[in-house]
């Protein structure tokens, strides 16, 4: 009974997109309610036969055929405020439930979910709902939020989806290029939820990355949607979470760039990180992304955080202050250039954004900037941006770490940790 | 082993399910024929036409005509077909046979596919 349960929760995330996508082509993307029930309809089924019955020979097949059944039962239903749609029961009638999983429908599907006129978090709730079989719970976790809230942003993403009458397909020349941004953007919003989130100790956290990798490399291989941005977006999540085992320690502390033990970064996903990233070269347009994944991969090459390209780093960054002039790009900017040609120059570019307000309860400003002039010995201003970045919002981890740096000013701070 | 296509005829005039329920019991019928079909592996093919009586091309006297179906000499339509093998005639036709399509009043005929 249990093997049948595990092998159902399991299955579940697998297919329960692959699915959904296959019926959204069957039932036109208007009726992602319907499909998102069946489909919870027929892993309810599982879970009650097949601990009875076993598991069948091809579970996924099984469980697309008991999906696409109750789906008709709800399209009968459904008839009971208006007509039958005869069309969609015969196209369910005529379908084949082993055709489930197909790239063209997963990624219409992912077009469907990303559609811009909806919110930044309905995209990454939707695509996570659909397309990667989270539940309500998850994505509450996920979000920090209650089911109950999930389930109406949710409703509400669904509803604009069936006013827009959107055609279930992966968009063509202009309308693709018009749309493919969205999802791109959806993948990273994804990727740096579950990476800021502390993917090393939950479970949840680390689930996002792996499923925003998943859908980054599924963008890569569609001729329609293989562009040099998605795949520095696919180069930029192999770098970054390659890095996942890493950069938490045995207490779930986070591990800063210069600690980690390189030999636990994943090699194999790390070339794979090359790979996307010479592809995305080779496209004729550079994006922030690009700068990115090139600014990732400078540290993936390095060997030991000493033998880090600063000079590298440095002129990417300035590259990519050029394309994205955030405040938070151009700290990164600072803190390279101050690896690259000393404390002075990165303590000065630093000064510069003192008035910025998105950095005035950035806690990494402070503590970068704590970091120069303690570097520079000049301790009293050292501690005053310490104390000053512990008066940021902080998990516990960066918080103790934050108070030892403290500490270590007053004492004598020569120490060279730094972010 | 062969395929064998099997074109679902259906006549235009004939009687169609009265409610959704009967409807969507129609179609349970179609999907349980290809399902077992499909489980025994010989189910290699099958799609629906849509519902439009389509067109006809012919050429007169050298010159090309379309025109709407449904033709005319018939009132019946091909509705949609399923592929399927079978080691011959006799086992097609037995397969074809438990198909729903002639309960609900349709014709099905079955082709060899030649094989190239």
Known sequence: MADADVLVSDLFRREAGKISAWLARLLGPARLDLIEDAVQDAF?????????????????????????????????????LGPLDESAAWRLGFSDPEATGRLDDTLALMFVACHPTLEHDEQTMLTLKTVCGFGVKDLARAYLSTPEA??????????????????????????????????VQAIYLLFNGGYTSGEGKDLVARE??????????????????????????AALICFHHARAEARTGDAGALILLAEQDRGRWDGALIARGFVHLRQAMSASALTALHLEAAIASVHAAAAAFEAT???????????????????????????????????????????????????????PYHAARG???????????????????????????????????????????TSDRRH | MPNFI???????????????????????????????????????GGE???????????????????????YAESKELVGGYFIISAKDYAEACRLAEDNPHLKYGGRIEVREIEKM
């Open chain 1, 309 to 363: 390209d600063w000079a590298m780093l440095a002129r990417y960054y300035r590259m990519l202050e050029e394309l994205k002039p955030t405040p938070i790009v151009q700290l990164n900017a600072a803190i390279a250039l101050a690896q690259a040609e000393g404390p002075d120059a990165g303590l000065a570019r630093l000064e510069v954004l003192a008035g910025a307000r998105k950095l005035a309860h950035y806690a």
């Open chain 1, 150 to 183: 999930v389930t109406q942003r949710l409703v509400r993403a669904k509803r604009k989806i069936r006013e827009l009458a959107l055609a279930f397909e992966i968009p063509e020349g202009a309308e693709l290029a018009a749309r493919l941004p969205a999802l």
């Open chain 2, 48 to 70: 629906k036409l849509t519902d439009d009586p389509g067109k006809v091309i012919r050429t007169r006297a050298g010159r090309t005509a379309v025109t709407d179906g449904p």
């Open chain 2, 6 to 44: 099997l074109l679902l005829h259906q006549d235009l005039a004939r009687p169609r399910p009265g409610s959704p329920d009967e409807f969507a019991s129609m179609t349970k019928d179609y999907m349980a024929w290809a399902d077992k079909i499909r489980a025994e592996g010989r189910l290699n």
């Open chain 1, 44 to 80: 309810g089924a599982a879970l009650a036969r097949w601990p009875l019955d076993g598991v069948p020979v091809k579970p996924a097949a099984w469980l697309a055929i008991a999906a696409r059944n109750k789906a008709l039962d709800r399209l009968k239903s459904e008839a009971r």
């Open chain 1, 208 to 233: 996002l990355c792996r499923e925003a990798l998943r859908l980054a490399t599924l963008l890569t291989e569609h001729a329609a949607t293989a562009t040099g941005e998605c795949h520095a977006l």
């Open chain 1, 371 to 413: 970091d120069l002039l303690l570097k520079l010995c000049r301790r009293r201003e050292a501690a005053a941006a310490l104390a000053a970045a512990l008066d940021c919002p902080l998990n516990d981890a960066e918080r103790a770490f934050l108070a030892g740096r403290l500490r270590t000013c007053a004492e004598n701070g």
